[in-house]
């Protein structure tokens, strides 16, 4: 077992997967975190689960989080409608209010309980669907507040926050994974999958990626209701 431990953010999704296998291909013992919060497509939290048993994480948490409590999004508030029309000009109303900076936060927990320096998370700032906590900006200001926030920070080595699909196309990302190994037929990553993990074809989300299977030019093994 190496000493090199990374946390990484792990939806169930396409793109946290690939970041999980990148991680394991570095050289990184991997401990992969998912969140329970509410969100309208569950079925990306079984998803998150047999991601990890495939890629070989050392351990694998769900935490429970109440974000729809607060509501204000369409994953989150049963009575804003997830937008099927296709990609909207602004940000859409699938962005959950302060998601990536609640799930860094506890990623950064863990990381300093593990002594681990290193938190890889998903974002993308290409094909993506406007989300201000996805952009260079956000991930740059988060690991500096890491390193200002910490005992680890302050007296030790320090974070880095990792976000190695930052510059990547979708297609580039399917690519990158399928030559890690990844199953994407593991993978959720509709807005409003049902409970067998089936997608709608219909939301951001599954548009992004059906349009990125067809640029890498391999075949997609999503599963629709």
């Known amino acids: 077992m190496t000493d090199k431990r990374a ?11 690939t970041v999980l296998a990148m991680a394991r291909e570095q050289g990184y013992a991997c401990y992969s975190m998912s969140f329970d919060y509410g969100q ?9 689960v047999r991601v990890a048993e495939q890629l070989g994480v050392v351990e694998h948490k769900v935490v429970g989080l109440n974000l729809n409590g607060i509501g204000g999004s369409a994953l989150t508030d049963q009575a804003i409608a997830v937008p099927e029309d296709g990609l909207a000009e602004g940000i859409p109303v ?30 993308n700032a290409v094909d993506y669907s406007g989300y201000p906590d996805c952009r260079p900006a956000f991930i740059e200001a988060f690991q500096q507040l890491a390193n200002l926030a910490t ?23 399917i690519a990158e994974g399928v030559r890690l190994g990844v199953d994407y ?5 509709c807005y409003q999958a049902d409970e067998q993990g089936r997608a ?14 067809a640029a890498a030019g391999v075949a997609d093994a999503t599963r629709y209701f």
């Open 7 to 17: 946390v990484i953010l792990l939806s169930g999704g396409l793109d946290s997967a």
């Open 151 to 173: 005992r680890a920070g302050v007296e030790g080595a320090g974070f880095r926050i990792r976000a190695p699909l930052q510059d990547m196309s979708k297609a580039q990302i």
């Open 94 to 123: 699938t962005y959950v209010p302060a998601r990536n900076t609640v799930f860094l936060a506890l990623a950064l927990g863990w990381a300093e309980v593990l002594s681990a320096q290193d938190i890889f998370i998903g974002v």
């Open 40 to 48: 309208r497509h569950r079925a990306e939290l079984q998803a998150s």
């Open 185 to 189: 037929a593991l993978t959720v990553s």
């Open 200 to 213: 709608c074809g219909k939301c951001d989300s599954c548009r992004l990626r059906a349009a990125g299977f």
